[in-house]
């Protein structure tokens, strides 16, 4: 009899507790006019930062083309990887721009059609050293930016640009523009650094 009666006690108790704990919580939650409902926000997927914030004006600070392009330069031999921004394990088109422009602490958006609206364009004769070039993708009939590079050359000589590609190059590469593969797929020429404009 005493042992049931300590069980019927312990039972009572474990409930009284639980029905506190459930008290609070709801006060606490309606107290600060909080629903336990899942609001719509919360259900919607978690938004990457570059495509949550799309930029238009890249502050390249003082960093200099020479510098960028230098850089951009070393990396020539790094595989190819769609996706990633790890020169160890590969760089894709817009990986390599990401990566040296962070190389500098400069902030640019991570894949390419984000760069289409970057800055101004200028003129493609008037490309120079460390603006970037873009391109369609592989189907030049889709006039979306699917490709991007470094211009790696300056005014006078024939037009170059860094880049990783995924063609028979495989990785990261300087590239002659002077070709109907590059030509075809052209979209425009970009100027992030304001000192190019002043030369």
């Known amino acids: 009899m005493q042992i049931y009666g300590r069980t019927n006690s312990e039972l009572w108790y474990k409930i009284f507790f639980w029905m506190y704990v459930v008290a609070y919580l709801l006060f606490w939650i309606f107290a ?10 919360q259900l919607q997927p978690t938004i990457p930062p570059y495509q949550a914030e799309h930029i238009t004006k890249i502050q ?29 394990e590969g760089l ?45 993708g ?9 490709h991007m590079g470094i211009i790696s050359s300056t005014p006078g000589e024939p037009l170059r ?5 995924s063609g028979k190059e495989d990785g990261v590469v300087e590239t002659d523009f002077a070709n109907i593969y590059y030509e075809s797929r052209f979209v425009k020429v970009v100027r992030v650094f304001p000192q190019n404009d002043w030369k």
């Open 161 to 165: 640009f860094m880049h990783s590609t």
């Open 138 to 146: 592989t189907d030049s009939t889709d006039r979306v930016v699917g």
């Open 60 to 88: 390249t600070g003082k960093t200099t083309p020479d510098e960028l392009v230098n850089f951009a330069c070393s990396m020539v031999g790094t595989p190819y990887k769609f996706g990633s921004t790890d020169p160890a």
């Open 92 to 136: 894709d088109c817009s990986g390599f721009v990401t990566y040296v422009f962070n190389h500098f602490n400069i902030t640019v958006p991570r894949v390419s059609t984000d760069f289409t609206l970057v800055q101004h364009a200028v003129p493609l004769q008037d490309a120079k050293l460390g603006d970037l070039i873009l391109f369609t």
């Open 32 to 41: 600060r006019g909080k629903s336990p409902q899942i609001s719509q926000a």
